[in-house]
């Protein structure tokens, strides 16, 4: 499937969860929020897979230090 990730459109496997998607793109959970089609989605739910969820848009957040 096609979405927009982190505003480039990219191809994601539809059985591809949450949490692999997050695990792929910055090598680790911690200090990471993920929003899809622009509404926070809750880190109890990273295992659901994109096919179910069928998001247009994700966003992949990290924590940054620093000011």
């Given at each position: 499937m096609d979405v927009e990730l982190n505003g480039e459109r990219r191809a994601v496997g539809e059985a591809t969860s949450v949490r692999e998607l997050v695990v792929e793109?910055?090598?680790?959970?911690?200090g990471?929020?993920?929003?899809l089609d622009g509404t926070v989605f809750p880190r109890d739910r990273w295992d659901e897979s994109l096919g179910e969820l069928t998001p247009r848009a994700i966003d992949?957040?990290?924590a940054?230090?620093?000011g």
């Amino acid at each position: 499937m096609d979405v927009e990730l982190n505003g480039e459109r990219r191809a994601v496997g539809e059985a591809t969860s949450v949490r692999e998607l997050v695990v792929e793109l910055v090598g680790q959970e911690r200090g990471v929020a993920v929003a899809l089609d622009g509404t926070v989605f809750p880190r109890d739910r990273w295992d659901e897979s994109l096919g179910e969820l069928t998001p247009r848009a994700i966003d992949v957040l990290t924590a940054v230090q620093g000011g």
